[in-house]
């Protein structure tokens, strides 16, 4: 499965941004999808996942109420709908895809695939 990650941006404080995240090459219905991001120095961050029915929706403390993910398997893509944003969004944002009956949604060493990323900056 390739991922490809977009819709990053420069956005000022409290303004939104939705990242999308396509998948080709492989069965995107059977993958879990997490959303993950990093900024120079420190480690990957977990952000939020979704099981690969949907049914199943995760979101780090320090977004829960601002950013809602989605998916659209029709579609093979993955969304993150990001509100209220503050500078400390800034950062590299991933999305990643893992096939295990098991998932785990913030171990970011279980993920399978891993897009490019793409990157969000919020001025203040």
């Known amino acids: 499965v390739q991922l490809q990650a977009s819709g990053g941006g420069l956005v000022q404080a409290g303004g939104s941004l939705r990242l999308s995240c396509a998948a080709s090459?492989?069965?995107?219905?059977?993958?879990?999808v997490g959303w993950f991001r990093q900024t120079p120095g420190k480690a990957r961050e977990f952000v939020a996942g979704?099981?690969?029915?949907?049914?199943?929706?995760y979101y780090a403390d320090s977004v829960s109420g601002r950013f809602t993910i989605s998916r659209d398997n029709a579609k093979n893509t993955a969304y993150l709908q990001m509100n209220s944003l503050k500078p400390e969004d800034t950062a590299l944002y991933y999305c990643?895809?893992?096939?295990?009956?098991?998932?785990?949604?913030?171990?970011?060493?279980?993920?399978?695939?891993w897009g490019q990323g793409t990157l969000v900056t919020v001025s203040s």
């Open positions: 979704i099981s690969w029915s949907g049914t199943s929706i």
């Open positions: 990643a895809a893992e096939g295990s009956s098991s998932w785990s949604p913030g171990s970011f060493y279980e993920y399978d695939y």
């Open positions: 090459g492989g069965t995107f219905s059977s993958y879990a």
